[in-house]
């Protein structure tokens, strides 16, 4: 089996970091300059290629050791506590908008009464509204279905569940059944390294489709939204998780974890 040196599993995540903070930036200068729409779009495009090409490179890593992804060490327990199938849940970002949507009314109500428009997340129209409670309602299911799949892949260790996912390299026989034959507790063979390793491939695979369903959710988002939504969208989503971050880093400290 090929190795893969744990220091670009961090590294990766470290550059994915530095990259929000970047786009943070950029994002926020943007938005107080008061930007066209042609301008807010290419802004909007380079944020989803960020996410694409760190999502490609994500791929690549956990074929090598896709358990790793699960609770990742690079990242803080805090962080971790909040993981799910290695990353945010695909339906954080539409919560977000509802969340932000809510914010930004309140703090503009009195704009808002005397009919001044910004254009946006506090001014979703009702058609819009409309699609973003579709797009929710879809990306629910799909993660139930994910997850569902994740449970049966943790409690077996292989199932035939997963045929219909095309998870046509799942072991022969459950973990369970190989430590009950084993002589001795931990005894290893070609039969365990085998399981091991098609639990592995299998769970890279539901990495795979977790990570497809949040960069769809987030693209549709982006369809749904106005050029300045969608930014004041991106600037949210990136504040959330770079303060997670954060917070998760002086929490460690506070606990002497380091």
Same mark, same amino acid.
């Given at each position: 089996?090929? +190795?893969?040196?744990?220091?670009?599993?961090?590294?990766?995540?470290?550059?994915?970091?530095?990259?929000?903070?970047?786009?943070?930036?950029?994002?926020?200068?943007?938005?107080? +300059?008061?930007?066209?729409? @042609?301008?807010?779009?290419?802004?909007?495009?380079?944020?989803?290629?960020?996410?694409? @090409?760190?999502?490609?490179?994500?791929?690549?890593?956990?074929?090598?050791?896709?358990?790793?992804?699960?609770?990742?060490?690079?990242?803080?327990?805090?962080?971790?506590?909040?993981?799910?199938?290695?990353?945010?849940?695909?339906?954080?970002?539409?919560?977000?908008?509802?969340?932000?949507?809510?914010?930004?009314?309140?703090?503009?109500?009195?704009?808002?009464?005397?009919?001044?428009?910004?254009?946006?997340?506090?001014?979703?129209?009702?058609?819009?509204?409309?699609?973003?409670?579709?797009?929710?309602?879809? +990306?629910?299911?799909?993660?139930?279905?994910?997850?569902?799949?994740?449970?049966?892949?943790?409690?077996?260790?292989?199932?035939?569940?997963?045929?219909?996912?095309?998870?046509?390299?799942?072991?022969? @026989?459950?973990?369970?059944?190989?430590?009950?034959?084993?002589?001795?507790?931990?005894?290893?063979?070609?039969?365990?390294?085998?399981?091991?390793?098609?639990?592995?491939?299998?769970?890279?695979?539901?990495?795979?489709?977790?990570?497809?369903?949040?960069?769809?959710?987030?693209?549709?988002?982006?369809?749904?939204?106005?050029?300045?939504?969608?930014?004041?969208?991106?600037?949210?989503?990136?504040?959330?998780?770079?303060?997670?971050?954060?917070?998760?880093?002086?929490?460690?400290?506070?606990?002497?974890? +380091?």
């Amino acid at each position: 089996m090929a +190795t893969f040196n744990y220091e670009q599993f961090q590294c990766c995540f470290l550059n994915w970091i530095n990259q929000q903070q970047e786009d943070l930036e950029e994002l926020v200068q943007a938005l107080e +300059t008061n930007p066209g729409n @042609e301008k807010l779009q290419i802004l909007t495009e380079k944020g989803i290629k960020h996410f694409e @090409e760190y999502y490609e490179k994500r791929a690549r890593m956990w074929e090598y050791d896709a358990h790793s992804f699960l609770s990742p060490s690079w990242c803080t327990s805090f962080e971790n506590a909040f993981l799910w199938i290695g990353g945010c849940r695909p339906s954080l970002s539409i919560r977000l908008v509802y969340s932000v949507c809510g914010s930004e009314m309140d703090a503009q109500l009195v704009e808002f009464l005397r009919g001044e428009i910004k254009g946006n997340l506090a001014e979703i129209s009702a058609l819009q509204l409309h699609s973003i409670n579709s797009l929710h309602g879809n +990306t629910v299911r799909e993660e139930d279905k994910l997850s569902n799949t994740m449970a049966s892949l943790q409690a077996n260790g292989y199932s035939s569940f997963f045929a219909h996912f095309h998870f046509e390299d799942i072991a022969d @026989e459950p973990l369970a059944m190989i430590a009950k034959r084993a002589c001795r507790v931990g005894q290893s063979g070609l039969d365990l390294d085998q399981a091991i390793d098609a639990h592995s491939h299998s769970l890279a695979r539901v990495l795979a489709a977790a990570d497809k369903l949040r960069l769809n959710t987030l693209k549709e988002l982006m369809r749904i939204l106005s050029p300045l939504q969608a930014v004041d969208l991106l600037v949210a989503t990136k504040k959330l998780h770079l303060s997670m971050h954060e917070w998760g880093k002086r929490r460690d400290k506070q606990i002497g974890k +380091t």
